[in-house]
């Protein structure tokens, strides 16, 4: 049997409704999932936490309000703010935005196609967690 390629690509791949309003890509492997992110303007995703996965985000386009742990920021194209496993955190877009995020371990129900969006190594994916 071979090894499934750990080659992919986005292109001509619908993007996958996380939320209303709040579309994403996703690739991920054993250990990290990274995600291409849009918000369609006025979206947003309420107050949650990911108790056991870490969040590092990247904002390529537009703009979005981010509050963690009460603390708020604007934030634009360039920014980069890391969100630790636990911490509630929230997101708005009053504009839309686009932001890479990279998430470990890798949250499942960030997954859309498993089998196209996954390269699974030896353990099979054994650290990733439901949510």
């Not at 071979?2 to 690509?9: H, L, N, Q």
């Not at 986005?10 to 996380?18: D, H, I």
């Not at 190594?121 to 990733?128: E, I, L, Q, R, S």
């Amino acid at each position: 049997m071979t090894e499934p390629s750990p080659f992919r690509t986005w292109n001509g791949r619908e993007l996958f409704e996380f939320r209303d309003g709040v579309r994403l890509h996703a690739i991920g492997g054993e250990q990290v999932l990274l995600c291409r992110v849009q918000y369609e303007p006025g979206k947003f995703v309420p107050l949650h936490r990911h108790e056991h996965t870490e969040q590092v985000m990247f904002v390529m386009d537009g703009e979005v309000t981010m509050t963690i742990e009460g603390e708020t920021r604007e934030l634009k194209a360039g920014d980069v703010v890391v969100v630790n496993r636990g911490l509630d955190h929230t997101l708005v877009s009053k504009t839309g935005v686009t932001f890479m995020e990279a998430l470990a371990p890798v949250p499942l129900d960030h997954v859309p196609d498993r089998s196209l969006d996954l390269v699974l190594g030896p353990d099979g994916g054994a650290t990733h967690v439901a949510k």
